[in-house]
């Protein structure tokens, strides 16, 4: 089940926040740990088996480290065994085929695909297992002695399949003890609603478009820019919009989850970019795996070590397919460049210079993102560079049919979007007399629209694609 579904928006969670409200504070973790299995559950119940062995196994791993605190060299092995049966839990059902796969291009070698299929959002719950008991062994959270506390912390249906990656420690207090409100329920739904839009409303209808170019025998270059263009907004407002659900719906059920994303597409330079997309991942990077490595604080060579390292996981970490990897190193080493050759040149250069160099690079970087298959890669790169021509007979109608939605799409994504949408509700309270029941009522409506629009576009449309299911 995701949240951009007919059977989610209004059966399942109606029910769950109805229940939610209406049960004592006590019953309420009970009935969010429910409700997160049935969630997970709904498509494929057997992996929901998966994320109980992960529940009761960091359970036990931080109950481990806990017990051993005083004894350094056992807290280590415990916390090296949790490591360890994590990333074995994400290989074995991940990577498995990847690895098989390159193993037979030995010649002699002809191992059988395993076939494991991919359990949903196994990436995002291991991680945040795995950052549970780092987080213990560094007591920076305690350790949960309630497993249902614990079972809910990973199974919690809001950020469950798509993230954010939500640090134990951010939100060991709210599971214990929380307030929920109805003004805070309220922000929510307005959360919830505008992420719905962005995802169904803007990342469905460039998707499509990108969908029907990137199959394209022979795009032209004015064809295949489109269609990256298409792309870089789909994949924006598919996992932007995802978060912003995923926060609206902890804010509903009282917690308070760190922002995800911060307008990426305004950044001046690679490095500003990644600290404005998928922030807690890049965060988790940061705190768990490039921060023990040794940081910059080792000298030079190693700081370049540490940072390729960390980009080769996270490209890895979105896939198991060579064009993950190279995605991830294509990053790494655009990050050190920047770091070491390009920083001073951007700062002295106008924004727009920034702006358009940032904008080529991450265009470039979601092509490398979009094809699994090498072969159609290089040639889709190779169309971009005008191999199939300049301009192609469905150019014009392709950019005609599609402006609309491209325009909305680039508003949108700018902060420009949101101050707009500020402006017109406070002209609404300022055009009447009682100026504040006026505001409420132009907020109420513009977020009803939003909401029956994206419902409207569920019922009628069966292209409703979640790039990040995968993940």
Same mark, same amino acid.
């Given at each position: 089940?995701?949240?951009?579904?007919?059977?989610?928006?209004?059966?399942?969670?109606?029910?769950?926040?109805?229940?939610?409200?209406?049960?004592?504070?006590?019953?309420?973790?009970?009935?969010?740990?429910?409700?997160?299995?049935?969630?997970?559950?709904?498509?494929?119940?057997?992996?929901?088996?998966?994320?109980?062995?992960?529940?009761?196994?960091?359970?036990?791993?931080?109950?481990?480290?806990?017990?051993?605190?005083?004894?350094?060299?056992?807290?280590?092995?415990?916390?090296?065994?949790?490591?360890?049966?994590?990333?074995?839990?994400?290989?074995?059902?991940?990577?498995?085929?990847?690895?098989?796969?390159?193993?037979?291009?030995?010649?002699?070698?002809?191992?059988?695909?395993?076939?494991?299929?991919?359990?949903?959002?196994?990436?995002?719950?291991?991680?945040?297992?795995?950052?549970?008991?780092?987080?213990?062994?560094?007591?920076?959270?305690?350790?949960?002695?309630?497993?249902?506390?614990?079972?809910?912390?990973?199974?919690?249906?809001?950020?469950?399949?798509?993230?954010?990656?939500?640090?134990?420690?951010?939100?060991?207090?709210?599971?214990?003890?929380?307030?929920?409100?109805?003004?805070?329920?309220?922000?929510?739904?307005?959360?919830?609603?505008?992420?719905?839009?962005?995802?169904?409303?803007?990342?469905?209808?460039?998707?499509?478009?990108?969908?029907?170019?990137?199959?394209?025998?022979?795009?032209?270059?004015?064809?295949?820019?489109?269609?990256?263009?298409? =792309? +870089? $907004?789909?994949?924006?407002?598919?996992?932007?919009? %995802?978060?912003?659900?995923?926060? !609206?719906?902890?804010?509903? *059920? &009282?917690?308070?989850?760190?922002?995800?994303?911060?307008?990426?597409?305004?950044?001046?330079?690679?490095?500003?970019?990644?600290?404005?997309?998928?922030?807690?991942?890049?965060?988790?990077?940061?705190?768990?795996?490039?921060?023990?490595?040794?940081?910059?604080?080792?000298?030079?060579?190693?700081?370049?070590?540490?940072?390729?390292?960390?980009?080769?996981?996270?490209?890895?970490?979105?896939?198991?397919?060579?064009?993950?990897?190279?995605?991830?190193?294509?990053?790494?080493?655009?990050?050190?460049?920047?770091?070491?050759?390009?920083?001073?040149?951007?700062?002295?250069?106008?924004?727009?210079?920034?702006?358009?160099?940032?904008?080529?690079?991450?265009?470039?970087?979601?092509?490398? =993102? +979009? $094809?699994?298959?090498?072969?159609?890669?290089?040639? %889709?790169?190779?169309?971009?560079? !005008?191999?199939?021509?300049? *301009? &192609?007979?469905?150019?014009?109608?392709?950019?005609?049919?599609?402006?609309?939605?491209?325009?909305?799409?680039?508003?949108?994504?700018?902060?420009?979007?949101?101050?707009?949408?500020?402006?017109?509700?406070?002209?609404?309270?300022?055009?009447?007399?009682?100026?504040?029941?006026?505001?409420?009522?132009?907020?109420?409506?513009?977020?009803?629209?939003?909401?029956?629009?994206?419902?409207?576009?569920?019922?009628?449309?069966?292209?409703?694609?979640?790039?990040?299911?995968?993940?």
């Amino acid at each position: 089940m995701v949240f951009s579904s007919v059977e989610f928006l209004t059966l399942f969670l109606p029910l769950a926040a109805l229940l939610y409200f209406l049960l004592p504070v006590k019953m309420r973790n009970g009935l969010l740990l429910v409700f997160s299995l049935v969630f997970y559950a709904w498509g494929e119940p057997v992996y929901v088996l998966i994320m109980l062995g992960s529940i009761v196994m960091n359970y036990l791993f931080g109950l481990g480290v806990d017990r051993f605190r005083a004894r350094e060299k056992a807290k280590k092995t415990v916390l090296a065994l949790a490591v360890a049966c994590n990333l074995l839990l994400l290989g074995v059902f991940k990577y498995a085929d990847f690895m098989i796969g390159n193993l037979n291009l030995i010649p002699g070698v002809s191992l059988p695909a395993a076939e494991i299929a991919l359990p949903i959002g196994i990436s995002f719950f291991t991680f945040q297992a795995m950052s549970y008991v780092i987080d213990v062994y560094r007591t920076a959270a305690p350790a949960q002695k309630n497993i249902l506390n614990f079972g809910l912390y990973i199974s919690l249906f809001p950020q469950l399949i798509a993230g954010p990656i939500v640090r134990y420690s951010t939100v060991a207090d709210q599971i214990v003890a929380r307030r929920t409100d109805l003004d805070l329920a309220a922000k929510g739904i307005r959360r919830f609603i505008v992420g719905l839009a962005k995802k169904v409303l803007i990342a469905n209808n460039v998707g499509f478009l990108w969908s029907q170019i990137s199959v394209a025998e022979a795009p032209c270059a004015a064809d295949a820019w489109l269609g990256a263009i298409a =792309f +870089a $907004f789909q994949i924006y407002f598919d996992f932007s919009g %995802y978060s912003d659900m995923a926060i !609206g719906l902890g804010h509903i *059920f &009282g917690f308070r989850f760190l922002e995800n994303f911060d307008y990426p597409y305004i950044s001046r330079s690679v490095t500003e970019f990644w600290r404005r997309w998928h922030i807690s991942l890049g965060t988790w990077f940061r705190e768990y795996v490039y921060i023990p490595l040794g940081g910059n604080r080792k000298g030079v060579a190693k700081q370049v070590r540490n940072i390729l390292i960390v980009w080769l996981l996270t490209g890895l970490w979105h896939g198991a397919s060579w064009n993950f990897v190279l995605w991830g190193l294509y990053y790494g080493v655009m990050l050190l460049a920047e770091k070491f050759i390009l920083k001073k040149l951007l700062d002295r250069a106008p924004a727009f210079v920034g702006h358009i160099y940032t904008l080529l690079i991450v265009l470039f970087g979601w092509v490398l =993102f +979009a $094809f699994d298959d090498t072969k159609a890669l290089f040639a %889709y790169f190779a169309a971009m560079f !005008g191999t199939n021509g300049g *301009f &192609g007979a469905e150019t014009a109608y392709l950019l005609s049919s599609n402006a609309l939605t491209l325009l909305i799409a680039a508003i949108a994504s700018l902060p420009l979007g949101a101050k707009l949408a500020g402006r017109l509700f406070a002209r609404a309270g300022k055009s009447r007399r009682g100026g504040r029941i006026a505001f409420r009522a132009a907020e109420l409506g513009w977020y009803l629209l939003l909401f029956l629009l994206s419902v409207a576009y569920l019922v009628d449309s069966t292209y409703n694609p979640f790039i990040y299911f995968r993940f």
